[in-house]
């Protein structure tokens, strides 16, 4: 918007934009009178409906929009969403005019519609992270919110996240803070932030981490993603800042050193590590989510980042990249270990007939390196032929005529003699429980081939109870398997049922 006005107003018109991360010294050139012979125009968010007076003002133009930051608890992220505003908005931005003097309010909404607007916007409580508000409420040892008399109930899928959050970054021992989360919660800062101050081992290590702790909560208000070059810089309000945290440490001296940012932001943002997927700017966190930067941004040739900082758009499922780190991976996973988690797999190889052992590194859902495993385990290589055979299907089994016969004996006595009591043998069955019938016979099975080898007719008959009468009469059952008959989807079977008095 202040682009588009500032080629059609006169050099007479001051134009200045108002909005909560301004710097001070444009927050006084919106609020104080214009100078002599000049008119002014301020473009306000709607940090204009607090007290905030502005001289000169005689005209308010009301959009009669806003735009809210609503939190996300599935990604644990915020999102920015334009919606229509309530009455008491529209009542406070008319207030606006003529604080001083008499003044017009114009607002851009048709009557009808803005009698149908919200009596009052929606309470904060209802649509913000609450991790903060649950560690206060755990410092104060109260570990049920629901005790608390709110003027608005918080939502609990909003206090779940708020816990899990709390979780992963170690501040909980069941329902109450942790040693460490005690340390979080007397900072008073973000937990995210809390938590990377309280790990610091040193003085060096807590400068950085002042340092980072600063800049998140007032970050640069356009140009450089690239958190390393906004930590190069020195700007006062960062360092004031900085110093604040350390007296609340308690750490006197200590120098800010780039080389600690990476660990220490791996502390608290593990969820936010960032590996590229594609040319595009895009990328994926370790929690699953996606994100992005601008196809044009440096930091987008980087293979790996950290992104402390993001914001859900509503024009993208992707999160967008407002500030973040470029990484080296390797040196990350050796100084942070306690980052990694280790699996090993063994995959079922279609185009070469055999198994493939692998160990994968991962940090979430991101897998660091995946490398060849020599000697898997014997119960790695058995599940996973179970897992392929569930995959596959039962004919990658060596069926007999006799296991064959065998299973139709068992179905048929299912469905004739109900009474007594048969094992499932149908396809769901037998899949649903191979480690019962047939992994017990799979000692000493290493391969393809020697599952192939297996005998499928003593596995089903370890399915009978020995001790009732039932082996008795599947014996009595005699199901013999014809030819198909040329032309016949068909298989002709003779079936005797047996007699007994």
């Not at 309470?123 to 755990?138: A, N, V």
């Not at 609340?248 to 940012?261: M, T």
């Amino acid at each position: 918007m202040q682009e588009q006005l500032a080629s059609r107003i006169g050099s007479d018109v001051l134009l200045c934009p108002l909005y909560g991360a301004l710097s001070l010294n444009d927050q006084r050139k919106a609020i104080l009178p214009a100078p002599q012979g000049m008119r002014k125009v301020v473009l306000a968010t709607n940090i204009a409906e607090t007290s905030l007076t502005i001289e000169g003002i005689r005209l308010v133009v009301d959009c009669a929009q806003e735009r809210v930051a609503r939190f996300e608890p599935r990604t644990g992220l915020t999102r920015l969403i334009t919606q229509r505003v309530s009455q008491a908005s529209m009542t406070q931005r008319a207030g606006r005019a003529g604080r001083l003097e008499p003044g017009i309010c114009l607002h851009l909404i048709a009557k009808e519609q803005a009698e149908r607007a919200a009596a009052q916007s929606e309470p904060e409580i209802l649509q913000s992270d609450l991790s903060g508000l649950l560690m206060e409420l755990l410092q104060w040892g109260c570990s049920d919110p629901a005790q608390m008399s709110w003027l608005d109930q918080p939502p609990v899928v909003n206090l779940m996240a708020a816990k899990r959050l709390l979780q992963m970054l170690g501040a909980l021992d069941g329902e109450r803070l942790s040693a460490q989360g005690q340390k979080m919660a007397a900072l008073g800062n973000d937990p995210r932030l809390a938590a990377m101050l309280v790990s610091a081992k040193n003085d060096d290590e807590a400068a950085t981490a002042a340092k980072i702790a600063a800049i998140l909560e007032e970050p640069p208000r356009m140009g450089n993603s690239d958190l390393g070059v906004a930590f190069s810089r020195n700007q006062p309000a960062w360092q004031q800042r900085s110093q604040q945290l350390l007296k609340r440490l308690n750490v006197r001296g200590g120098e800010a050193d780039s080389s600690l940012i990476a660990p220490l932001l791996a502390g608290a943002f593990a969820d936010r590590i960032a590996h590229r997927r594609g040319q595009d700017g895009r990328y994926q966190l370790a929690n699953g989510m996606g994100a992005m930067l601008d196809a044009d941004d440096a930091l987008s040739r980087h293979e790996w980042l950290i992104a402390p900082l993001l914001l859900q758009g509503s024009a993208s499922p992707d999160a967008r990249i407002l500030l973040a780190l470029p990484v080296d991976i390797d040196e990350l996973v050796q100084r942070c270990p306690q980052l990694v988690q280790q699996s090993d797999t063994v995959e079922w190889d279609d185009a070469q007939g055999t198994l493939k052992a692998w160990r994968r590194l991962q940090i979430g859902q991101l897998t660091v390196k995946v490398q060849p495993l020599a000697k898997p385990s014997e119960d790695e290589l058995h599940q996973a032929m179970l897992n392929g055979i569930r995959d596959k299907g039962l004919s990658v089994l060596n069926w007999t005529a006799e296991a064959e016969q065998l299973r139709l004996r068992l179905l048929c006595a299912a469905k004739w003699l109900p009474e007594y009591d048969w094992p499932a043998v149908d396809n769901e069955s037998l899949l649903a429980t191979l480690e019962t019938w047939l992994l017990p016979h799979m000692t000493g099975v290493h391969s393809l081939r020697g599952l192939k080898s297996l005998d499928i007719y003593q596995a089903l008959r370890g399915l009978l109870d020995w001790e009732c009468s039932n082996v008795w009469i599947v014996n009595c059952l005699r199901i013999t398997l014809c030819r198909r008959e040329a032309g016949s989807p068909f298989v002709i079977m003779k079936i005797t049922r047996p007699r007994w008095r």
